[in-house]
Structures are given as C-alpha cells and as structure tokens.
C-alpha cells in the first residue's frame, strides 16, 4: 500500500537509528544506544508480527555450554578463546537478570547436567571437567564449576550456576522496556534491502536507506540484528539453522527438573512449569540428525529429527512424548563458521550483529552492547 502524507511525515520520517530485527539482539541494542542517546529517534523494524526468529521460538536455557560442547569446541579453537566464550555468555547471563529483573523473565535456579548414554563419551568428559573447571575459574571466577555425578541413572556432569527463563515473558518485558524509553517498535515491517547514500564518505551527510516494500526510512546509523537472516541483506557469512521443538502435555511423574543436555549439546531439553504449577517436558534439537534438511529459511518440521526426538524421549528419558504431544514448533538459528556471533562495523553508519550461534539468551545482551561500545556509538 502506497503510503500516505502523514505516514511519511511521520513512522517513515528519518531517524537516527534504524535496528533491523525485532528480537533478543535488536532490542537490546536499541536498549543500550537509546540509554545512551535519549533525544535521537530510535526504530525497531521487524517482519514478523511477533519477532519471528529464535528469540520467542527457543528452548529458554540459560546456560553456558556443558562439558562436552565445550570439548569440542576446544578443537577447533584455542582454550583460551574457549575460556573467552563462557564468560562472554556468563557476562551476558547477568545482563539480561539486572537489566529485566528475574520475575519478569521467569527465571528459575533450576541447575544444568549433562546426561550420558555411552560409558566412553562420558569417560572422556568426565576426565576433562577438571581442565575445564580451571579454564572457567581463570576467565569467569567461578569455582568447580562442573561437577561429576547421576541422573536417573545415567552418568551426569552438572552445573549448578545454569538456569531457564521464560523466553515469552522474557521479549515482553524488553520490548516494554525499550517502548518506556521512547523507542518505537514496528512489527510488520520487512525489511528489503540497505543502500548507503552517495555521501557515503562524508559523516555529517552519510546516510543509510532503509527500502520496505512501499517506502523508504532514511537513518543516520543502521543495526543490522537478523541472525540467520543475515545473508540475506548483506553479504556474509552467517548460515540460517532451523531447530525443532516439542512439547508434552502435564506429566504426572516429571523426574527431569532443569535444564538438561545431551550430545555436546545438540539436544535439550527441560521442565517447563505452567501457571498451575503442571509440569512438562519441552526436547528439542537433534540438527546433526539431518544438518543439510535444517539449513533452511522453511518454517516446518523435519520427520526424521522429528522421530529422533521421540524415541529419544521413549528409550533414553522413558516418557512417553509420542501420545502426549502438546506443541511442536521450529525457530530460526544463525551459525558462523567458528560459531562466533560476528560483530562488525560494516561502514562508519552500518553495524552487523549477527550469528549468534544458538546461545543468544545468554549472549544477546553481551553483544549487543559490545557492538555498540566497540563501534563507538554509545559516546
Ligand atoms: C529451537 C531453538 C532453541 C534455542 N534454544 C536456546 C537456548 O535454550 N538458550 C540460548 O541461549 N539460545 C537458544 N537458542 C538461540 C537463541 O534463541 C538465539 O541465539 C537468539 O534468540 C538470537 O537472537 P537475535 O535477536 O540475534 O535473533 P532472532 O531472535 O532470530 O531475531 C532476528 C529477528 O530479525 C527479524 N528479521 C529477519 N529478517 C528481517 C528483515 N529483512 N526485516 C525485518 N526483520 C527481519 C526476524 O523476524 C527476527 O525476529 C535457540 C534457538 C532455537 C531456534
């Protein structure tokens, strides 16, 4: 629809700051920069009517890798860098707790462990919880971390710093926190492509064209907070990963409260507590069943992860998903090739952050200001 004298004097009047991607990122970013500018006009463009990528869409783990993720993460990367890694999400963790409160976000203590179905993985893992527990002390201050022990009977490791929140609640309260600032939040807005204005070498005068299908925002800055959208707009390389969930209807018997892990981190799953105090069982992911089917921008289920995860639930965690099945959804991913989110300035007036790799509850605070800070724009 073409738009009107008053929608272009007004929603589509230049702004200072134009943030593309209406979720965890996005609106922390706005968060941070509004703080720090709170005269400039700050806009939020998100696609969907609800953001409609992973935050809203995840499992609500707040966590910071088990011990076997973390292992092999350590072989493609240096320890330290590693070390660097948890406590960017630990740095993160507390972020999103002060900034949102813990009520608001539904937080619960609950722990973390790591179960374990072959004795060799486990051996392995066990083994290194002392080198990783050193490598966490040294770069976080947290002491022995991870711990060996038994979960319903499988050999465990567990973390008791790890929690869950409500991921629904949690985007709630920041979109309120952010609209309280003065920052406008559009939903249904797709953004098409960015185009630099021909000053493009002159920072008074640069400005970034912000194209939606009927009209054009003109901003002095963009962000761009897509994750596995990203490639989609610019040029880089961040990889959209679907990942499924499921989740069971109340459980009489739920022996599996926390937040729990399996296969270097590939699968999950957790209690998810209703209002009346009835518990679930949430299990998702499982993308290494079938990683080409999920690199994918198809909303959808995959049938084989989809019967992986059951019968995961029926012969490992011996609940019956199957005929119990509440809801199942997928959400979107973005992974970069070292599984590093990718922070970039692009131009002086064009920021990227993106690629968070699965873990943006925990991260997305911490890049979101790290960005900011590092491109300068908080001054
Ligand atoms: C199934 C699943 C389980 C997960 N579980 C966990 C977990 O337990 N713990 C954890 O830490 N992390 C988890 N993650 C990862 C975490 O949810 C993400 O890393 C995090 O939400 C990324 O936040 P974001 O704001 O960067 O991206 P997103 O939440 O994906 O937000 C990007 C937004 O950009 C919008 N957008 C895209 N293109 C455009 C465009 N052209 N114009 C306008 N808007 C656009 C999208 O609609 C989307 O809302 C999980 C992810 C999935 C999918």
């Known amino acids: 629809m073409k738009p009107s004298y008053w929608e272009l004097t007004s929603t589509y009047a230049p702004a200072d700051l134009v943030v593309i991607g209406g979720g965890i990122t996005g609106a922390s970013i706005a968060y941070y920069y509004k703080m720090a500018h709170p005269s400039e006009r700050v806009l939020i463009l998100e ?60 937080y619960e203590a609950c722990g973390g ?124 390389p961040v990889q959209p990963a679907r990942g499924q969930i499921i989740v069971g209807k109340p459980l009489e018997k739920m022996p599996w409260k926390g937040v729990f892990h399996y296969n270097e981190g590939y699968v999950y799953f957790r209690h998810v507590k209703g209002e009346d105090g009835e518990l679930r069982l949430l299990l998702g992911g499982a993308r290494d069943v079938d990683p080409e089917g999920e690199t994918t921008f198809e909303e959808g289920q995959n049938p084989q992860i989809r019967e992986w995860l059951l019968r995961f639930s029926e012969e490992v965690l011996h609940i019956p998903l199957r005929e119990k099945i509440e809801l199942e959804w997928s959400g979107f991913m973005g992974f970069t090739p070292d599984k590093e989110p990718l922070l970039k300035l692009l131009s002086p007036q064009t920021l990227v952050v993106t690629g968070l790799s699965g873990i943006g509850v925990s991260i997305g605070f911490e890049v979101a200001y790290e960005a900011l800070e590092n491109a300068g724009w908080l001054r």
């Not at 953001?51 to 011990?67: D, H, I, L, M, Q």
């Not at 350590?74 to 900034?99: F, N, P, Q, Y």
């Not at 949690?170 to 492509?193: D, N, T």
């Open 47 to 106: 696609k969907g009517s609800l953001p409609s990528g992973a935050t809203t869409r995840n499992a609500g783990f707040a966590c910071f890798g088990s011990v076997s993720e973390l292992q092999a993460d350590m072989e493609i990367s240096s320890a330290d860098r590693v070390g660097e890694k948890v406590a960017r999400r630990i740095r993160g963790l507390r972020r999103l707790r002060e900034e949102l409160g813990d009520e608001a976000i539904g």
């Open 113 to 236: 462990t790591e179960i374990f179905t072959d004795s060799k993985t486990f051996e392995r893992s066990a083994k290194a919880v002392e080198e990783v527990n050193r490598l966490v002390e040294r770069h976080t201050g947290f002491k022995n971390a991870f711990r060996v022990g038994e979960f319903e009977g499988y050999p465990a490791i567990f973390c008791v710093e790890e929690g869950a929140i409500h991921s629904g609640r949690m985007m709630q309260a920041l979109h309120q926190k952010v609209m309280a600032l003065g920052v406008e939040y559009l939903p249904g807005m797709h953004v098409e492509r960015i185009e630099a204005s021909r000053e493009e070498n002159n920072a008074q005068k640069a400005r970034v064209h912000v194209k939606l299908a009927d009209a054009t925002i003109t901003a002095r800055r963009v962000a761009v907070a897509t994750n596995g959208f990203a490639s989609k707009l610019l040029d880089i």
